[in-house]
């Protein structure tokens, strides 16, 4: 690493570690149910948070009118509204963090002339990105404050797609400006790992229409799903499409046989790919520790501790693999 770098590369891992931060939290917000406790967005005053009991007050009785206190938290306690409120807060607070820890040294770094301009655009298209998604987020919250106070799994998986659009572009410049290849070419990776790819975001969409339909609570046992290998219910809808994107029993499902596909694929990976990068045993026992929580998860009904730690691994799994095939590019 240059020196003259470093200060670029701080930079880049800060970011890079901020909207992991930011994943993680906006995932324990989805399994906490905190979502719907702030109802109003400000996107500059909303930065201050209740500041006396009367402001408390004011906010509780404002999350009194919607549904999800009427249906389903009308027991709620203003202690128990603070725990929930605390994590929606936690990540619309992060989210206008990481617009400033990306604005004011990227103006400083840019005035240096420590930024190649090749990265210029891909950043400055990532902070876009960051300003769609506080839209899509405010989005995702309304269709959980009409009628039924639950988010839309479409909308959810939107907003985690975009999250990790803008991680992609931070880990791929990251790479890049570490300066970090393959040592060999033995194995022409490329096309694999981008095939890879692919497999995980469908992965990871069907990770998000399992929080967002609560899928993960279904099925308590493994490997079986109930004492079926096949469970009852899955073709329930008529409709062929809305049963893979509905259903949250064909969710659950597919999920885990997504799951046990990339194990295999990350195997032939591992194998093909050892002598080109150490990195590759990495993605492996990665995937496996992450099959391992999942199995945990919905054996014990979906802990929050674990489906978050859950939600790290697959951030991380992407994360590499996005580095990988930086890095094979770089090396070829």
Known sequence: MQRKNTPLIVW??????LVILMVIVGGVT???DSGLSMVEWKPLLGIIPPLSEKDWMEVFEKYKLYPQFQNVNFHMTLKEFKSIFFWEYLHRFLGRFIAIIFLLPYFFLNSKKKIPTSYKKPLLFAFLLGGIQAI?????VKSGLIDNPRVSHYRLMIHLLIALSILSIFIWILTD???LSFKKTVFS???HLILFLHLLLLQIIYGAFMAGTRAGYLFNTFPKMGPSWIPDGLWAQSNLFLNFINNPVMIHF?????AFIILFYTFFLWFKGKKNSSLF???FLLVVFQILLGIKVVILSVPISIAAIHQLTGVLIWSLTISLIKQNKKAS
Do not use: D, E, Q, S
């Not at 880049?12 to 570690?17: D, P």
């Not at 899509?136 to 995702?140: D, E, S």
């Open 12 to 17: 880049l891992f800060t970011l890079t570690f």
């Open 30 to 32: 989805r399994l906490t």
């Open 189 to 191: 990776a490329r096309k």
């Open 177 to 179: 400006a570490l300066g």
């Open 136 to 140: 899509v987020g405010w989005w995702m």
């Open 281 to 283: 045993l990495i993605l």
């Open 254 to 258: 597919i999920h885990r046989i997504l």
